[in-house]
């Protein structure tokens, strides 16, 4: 499930969701989060934190899911400069990320991000773990 955003006035925004279809559903969890990674004041992760926290981390267990966003902000003031903001927040004991780069020789990079909650009590302790970068490049124009 996929939802994209994107106007002359705001930011270029996509958000991809996983998990438990129930939980997301319900949640609206793609269309919250890109709604939420409108506002500027928030950084992607914290974006989708939020929303997370709100609404599926609410939900009976099983409720694990993930989100991978990205955030493209064109800087009116500076023109062909561009923010890349780029998230994955999870909610389960680990998420799976792999990625390539078009027509590069370098080998595709895979990597697991890991709750780092302590087990209490025999069940898992639930929180939402995040993984970000942000970079400004020059677009091509």
């Given at each position: ?26 949640a609206c969890l793609a269309k919250e989060c890109c709604q ?38 064109f800087n009116p003031a500076a023109p062909g400069l561009v ?32 709750q780092s909650n302590a087990i209490t009590l025999g069940k ?18």
């Amino acid at each position: 499930m996929s939802v994209a955003v994107r106007s002359v006035y705001r930011p270029a925004v996509a958000c991809s969701v996983s998990g438990v279809g129930e939980v997301i559903i319900r949640a609206c969890l793609a269309k919250e989060c890109c709604q939420r990674m409108l506002n500027l004041d928030l950084h992607v992760d914290e974006a989708c934190s939020q929303v997370m926290q709100e609404s599926t981390m609410q939900e009976a267990q099983p409720n694990d899911c993930g989100v991978l966003a990205v955030r493209v902000t064109f800087n009116p003031a500076a023109p062909g400069l561009v923010s890349i903001e780029c998230s994955a927040v999870h909610c389960s004991r680990s998420m799976g990320l792999a990625w390539s780069a078009l027509h590069s020789i370098a080998a595709p990079q895979c990597q697991i991000l890991r709750q780092s909650n302590a087990i209490t009590l025999g069940k898992q302790a639930q929180s939402v773990a995040t993984g970000c970068f942000h970079q400004w490049l020059h677009s091509a124009t």
